[in-house]
């Protein structure tokens, strides 16, 4: 191996480490409780050292969002190939989504870090990484309605825009169960969830008179 092939793998593993570290935080202290100074102490590198490898606490989130998203991913399409039916599909994909919001809640909250911020953080190339990110995880909806719409058992006019509607709707119902101690405490969020997620799908299913 060349000097240039080695410099190139010790960068490589120095991220992994840092990002490793900054992940055992993550699932340790939350979101707010990962740092630069905690994680430079965690691989024992300098805070100057870590700016060397990313350029800011954001970049090393984005890593672990992007992580996430490619979870969030592979459940929501595993999720969606193994239904059948297009209803089977919408309610496989909600319900898989709500799975992850629950059993990756770590995970979940790195990824709405960039989602509910109220400004963009990210850099354009890394913005774009994590909006096909997004696109991807929405077709999936989409095509269980396009094909509820070819099949006849959905009637919509615009498969898109209900698909954007359908998911924000589920994905503010899951929110709630940040509040679950609070004005949402003795409510059953896994009850409001499904009731939400029929009726959506019941809102453009086919009824002949």
Not at 96 to 104: E, K, W
Not at 115 to 143: H, N, W
Request: hydrophobic residues 40%.
């Amino acid at each position: 191996m060349g000097v240039k092939e080695r410099k190139k793998r010790e960068k490589k593993d120095r991220k992994a480490q840092i990002l490793g570290a900054a992940r055992t935080l993550l699932f340790k202290k939350g979101l707010e409780g990962t740092s630069i100074n905690k994680i430079a102490a965690l691989v024992e590198l300098s805070v100057p050292a870590i700016y060397r490898y990313y350029a800011n606490k954001d970049a090393i989130i984005f890593a672990l969002s992007e992580e996430g998203l490619h979870l969030l991913q592979a459940d929501i399409t595993r999720a969606a190939e193994a239904a059948r039916s297009p209803g089977q599909k919408l309610k496989a994909i909600a319900m898989a989504y709500r799975q992850f919001g629950v059993s990756q809640k770590d995970y979940f909250a790195v990824i709405n870090h960039f989602l509910a911020s109220p400004q963009t953080v990210l850099p354009d190339p890394l913005k774009q990484k994590i909006d096909r990110y997004g696109e991807e995880i929405l077709m999936q909806v989409v095509m269980a309605v396009e094909a509820g719409c070819d099949s006849g058992q959905f009637v919509c006019k615009d498969s898109r825009r209900f698909s954007l509607m359908f998911w924000g709707a589920i994905n503010g119902i899951l929110q709630l169960q940040k509040i679950e101690h609070t004005i949402f405490a003795d409510k059953d969020h896994l009850s409001l969830y499904q009731h939400t997620v029929e009726t959506l799908i019941n809102s453009i299913r086919f009824c002949p008179s």
